[in-house]
């Protein structure tokens, strides 16, 4: 069977429309592989069966509602060879992970819209690790326009049988967001994946009315901002900083670590304001967040503070008092999951419209003689993730 050349000018196709693989795209790693028992433990009625070139061999290849699956096509072995008894791993890619299908072909400048089948292209979607995905491709070669359109028609036929999946997203951008490259980020490498997903969007910036709030101290404002921490996502950003060599992933990584080996606790008062009524708390705290929107991220899905509106006037108020360390990160280790991650005793929510915060050195809080420390008497936060060290009473609003 003749082979695609990966190296050629290749895209793939659908109704002659050419579009392109996304740059970060790889091919199917081996991950996907199962064992011949794995197989027929999942056995399920075949819709189609063919031959196709994966990789760089041509392969036995089966569809069903759930999976594809293949394997490579054996040589006949002579009676009595023991050289060719030969076990091929069967592989296999689940279609709930598959998010989008293409006709493959060779496209040229006298052909723009249409050129050589080449065969069908899958994009899938695979996870990497804990709440981060990553795109790829599997390539199946074959030439003949008839083979094709039946499994390429069959393709179609399952993937629109997922009903939770979206045919429409508003997006909502913050130009701002991630040292101001959220805009570029996005049309680089978001948008080609949605549109290969066939998956339609309304793009929205600067017109969202969203919450902000000011950051003040004895009259005098600090700075405009969406979400803050005092406490330990101030003190983690501030070690953070301190090892800027680093990858952002370690450098996080790493800091959280340190930050949990040494759990500091901050002394001092809240006062907060919801339709004037003043409430004041008074102890030790590890953590404060002040959250005017959800804050999705990473590592929290569901967003630092999930019950957030992002335009009624409020503000969330997250307090994490003094508690053990196992059960702090019990408490974080939540953000990554679905359960309630407020549902410790230690854990203490608010919606409030103002916040002053006063914190006071102790010997159980913040030491500035110690290596890790920016500024002497001055305390961390964490303000949209920049780094800001006050020395007194900040007033949020």
């Known amino acids: 069977m003749p082979r695609g050349r990966r190296q050629g000018r290749v895209s793939a196709l659908e109704s002659g429309r050419a579009e392109e693989a996304p740059p970060g795209a790889t091919a199917l790693p081996s991950a996907l592989s199962q064992s011949p028992q794995q197989i027929e433990a999942t056995a399920e009625p075949v819709l ?11 392969c036995d290849v089966v569809l069903s509602e759930r999976a594809l699956r293949w394997w490579p096509i054996q040589p006949e072995r002579p009676a009595g060879d023991s050289k060719f008894d030969l076990r091929y791993k069967e592989e296999s890619v689940e279609l709930k992970d598959v998010f989008s299908v293409k006709l493959k072909r060779r496209c040229s400048a006298k052909q723009p819209r249409s050129g050589t089948l080449l065969g069908i ?11 981060k995905l990553k795109n790829s491709t599997l ?8 083979h094709c359109d039946i499994w390429f028609r069959q393709f179609k036929k399952i993937l629109a049988g997922f009903s939770n999946r979206p045919k429409s997203l508003k997006i909502l951008l913050n130009p701002q967001s991630h040292k101001k490259e959220a805009t570029q980020v996005y049309y680089d490498k978001v948008e080609p994946l949605l549109k290969i997903a066939g998956i339609k969007t309304d793009v929205t910036r600067h017109i969202q009315p969203v919450d902000i709030c000011t950051f003040s101290t004895t009259g005098k404002l600090l700075r405009f901002g969406f979400s803050a921490m005092f406490g330990f996502g101030g003190r983690t950003l501030a070690l953070a900083e301190k090892y800027r060599w680093m990858s952002p992933n370690q450098r996080r990584d790493f800091a959280v670590i340190k930050a949990l080996t040494k759990l500091e606790r901050a002394q001092g008062s809240l006062k907060s304001d919801y339709n004037d009524q003043w409430q004041t708390i008074q102890g030790q705290f590890l953590n404060v ?3 005017a929107i959800p ?6 899905p569901r967003g630092l503070a999930p019950n957030t509106r992002i335009n009624n006037g409020s503000m969330a108020l997250i307090i994490a008092r003094n508690t053990s360390r196992p059960q702090f990160i019990k408490h974080l280790k939540r953000y990554a999951t679905i359960k309630n991650q407020f549902n410790f005793p230690f854990v203490e929510t608010y919606t409030v419209g103002e916040v002053k915060v006063h914190p006071r050195n102790t010997t159980s809080g913040y030491s500035p003689e110690e290596e890790d420390w920016p500024h002497e008497n001055s305390f961390p936060w964490n303000v949209d993730g920049d780094l800001m060290e006050v020395a007194t009473e900040v007033h949020v609003r």
């Not at 189609?48 to 041509?58: H, N, T």
């Not at 390539?139 to 008839?146: A, K, P, R, T």
Request: glycine share 8%.
């Open 48 to 58: 189609l069966r063919g031959i196709f070139e994966i990789g760089r061999g041509s």
């Open 121 to 131: 292209t899958l994009f899938i979607c695979l996870k990497k690790e804990q709440n």
């Open 139 to 146: 390539d199946l070669i074959n030439l003949s326009e008839d």
């Open 289 to 291: 967040s002040i959250m």
């Open 295 to 300: 804050c999705l991220c990473s590592v929290a």
